[in-house]
């Protein structure tokens, strides 16, 4: 029988744990904040900008700019912990070091594990050896298969969780579908598996209980990172979310996950969960030390949540206040609002009668809402399709002429405004591109339009615009085409 040779250390894990140690180092702090071994790991603005600023529904391609671009990292300490994987820098303790195994399956001195046979240690060594981690899970699969009960088995589990967690990791900062699929799957395993992983009956002798739990609980923020990315990055928002949730749940202070759940939380545009996703963004900002964000992305922030903040709210009061009830925890507590500008003004008009007279385009609009999201929303469609509102006055004389807006994005030839929602329920169709650079988010602006088209939930109202020069007003000069409009105005009919 051929002499078997000892079962040497993966050095996939080895040179994981070298480069992490290299990368802790002061003098390596700039390479630390974008590394990882499967590349350099951004926030998910950067890398789809379809995600607007972090996730939020606001101007895309100038706070992308913002942001720093590709180059900003958006935090720290995340960026750290996912390029040190727990299981490698156990391993690299020794954990899975082996003695040289008895020739003609001996028992070896001290009780060390042996192989079953020639079969098995081939079979291992091709795990070892592979350095894709899809070939090594395979490969590792195949020894499972072959060898359930090896005295290996435990090894065997690590070297699993390692190649998962790099396969899970290989999905931050990409973009393409089977990528991202394939780091899904990955850190769904890993979250799935983790108790196996970290059993008690699996910790090395030579690895404190401290040590073990913080490998555990690194492996879990990595999981549960990877997963809320990849929901993000395909728009499951109320994934992204639980996701996200599950890892504040073990790490409070995690700024990221912090903005990237009030990030998607507000991308739902579901105006009654507004306070829950500014919440969040201000925790993020709020967070300080080795887990804050970085302070190029936290200025960046902070601009952000002034302007939705007075887009919801109506002005800045009661932000400061905000600021300081985030830091008494990760999640707002029960019973957590804030006022939104129709709380506000109800608060301010004893009655309707008074509302209407002090914003007749408001209350104009909110009677077309309750139209379109009632019973018989088509029917008063078809009356209202094609028609130019607001109308110079309302049925009781009070003037409107315009309805009064503010910008929450702008792209090629649309502008998503906020009428009665701060994240946007009616969408202007021009017929030029418009200059987006000179189009600021949260910019007040009124506008009218011809009624083009609808959708219930979320609530948003259509409207293509007839002359920009004459239909909209309150942006810079130069927002629209100097080109001339060849849309005709329709004719004048009643509501």
């Keep these: 029988m051929a002499v078997l040779v000892p079962f040497d250390q993966p050095r996939a894990l080895n040179r994981t744990w070298e480069l992490a140690d290299r990368y802790r180092r002061p003098s390596n702090q700039k390479r630390l904040d974008c590394w990882t071994e499967s590349g350099s790991?951004?926030?998910a603005c950067q890398l789809q900008k379809d995600l607007c600023f972090l996730g939020t529904p606001f101007n895309r391609d100038r706070r992308f700019r913002e942001a720093g671009g590709k180059k900003t990292v958006f935090h720290r300490s995340l960026k750290a912990a996912l390029g040190v994987v727990a299981i490698a820098a156990l391993a690299a303790n020794g954990m899975l070091a082996q003695q040289q195994p008895a020739a003609g399956g001996q028992a070896a001195a001290g009780g060390q594990p042996q192989w079953?046979?020639?079969?098995?240690?081939?079979v291992a060594t091709a795990a070892q050896k592979a350095t894709d981690p899809q070939k090594k899970i395979d490969a590792l699969k195949q020894w499972e298969q072959k060898y359930p009960d090896s005295a290996?088995?435990?090894q065997r589990l690590l070297m699993q969780a390692q190649a998962y967690d790099q396969l899970a990791l290989a999905a931050y900062g990409k973009t393409d579908p089977a990528v991202l699929d394939s780091g899904q799957h990955a850190a769904q395993t890993l979250i799935d598996n983790i108790d196996n992983y970290f059993a008690p009956a699996v910790k090395p002798a030579n690895v404190t209980d401290q040590q073990w739990a913080d490998a555990k609980k690194t492996m879990q923020i990595q999981g549960l990172s990877v997963l809320g990315y990849v929901a993000m990055m395909k728009k499951d928002d109320p994934t992204a979310e639980k996701n996200f949730k599950a890892l504040l749940a073990i790490d409070p202070n995690n700024a990221q996950a912090s903005y990237w759940l009030g990030s998607v939380i507000m991308r739902q545009r579901k105006v009654e969960r507004y306070p829950e996703g500014l919440y969040e963004i201000a925790r993020a900002i709020s967070l300080t030390g080795p887990t804050a964000l970085n302070p190029q992305a936290k200025t960046a922030a902070q601009d952000y949540l002034k302007?939705?903040?007075i887009g919801y709210h109506g002005d800045d009061k009661g932000l400061d206040q905000l600021m300081q009830q985030v830091s008494s925890s990760a999640l707002p507590p029960d019973g957590f609002h804030i006022d939104s500008v129709t709380d506000v003004q109800n608060k301010q008009f004893a009655n309707a009668a008074e509302f209407k007279k002090a914003h007749p385009d408001v209350a104009l609009w909110r009677e077309i809402k309750t139209a379109l999201t009632g019973d018989g929303a088509d029917a008063y469609f078809q009356q209202v399709k094609g028609s130019e509102v607001p109308p110079e006055k309302d049925n009781e004389g009070n003037p409107i002429g315009m309805f009064n807006a503010k910008v929450v994005s702008v792209s090629g030839k649309e502008i998503v405004a906020n009428v009665d929602n701060a994240g946007g329920d009616a969408t202007l169709k021009f017929e030029h591109p418009l200059n987006?650079?000179?189009?600021?988010?949260?910019?007040?602006?009124k506008f009218k339009g011809v009624v083009e088209s609808f959708t219930k939930d979320p609530y948003m109202l259509t409207f293509t615009i007839t002359d920009p020069k004459t239909d909209v007003s309150g942006l810079p000069p130069g927002s629209f085409s100097a080109a001339p409009s060849t849309r005709r105005r329709p004719a004048a009919r009643k509501r």
């Design 41 to 43: 790991v951004y926030s």
């Design 116 to 122: 079953k046979d020639q079969g098995e240690y081939d």
């Design 152 to 154: 290996f088995k435990n």
């Design 307 to 309: 302007k939705a903040y």
């Design 436 to 445: 987006t650079k000179a189009i600021q988010t949260g910019a007040d602006l």
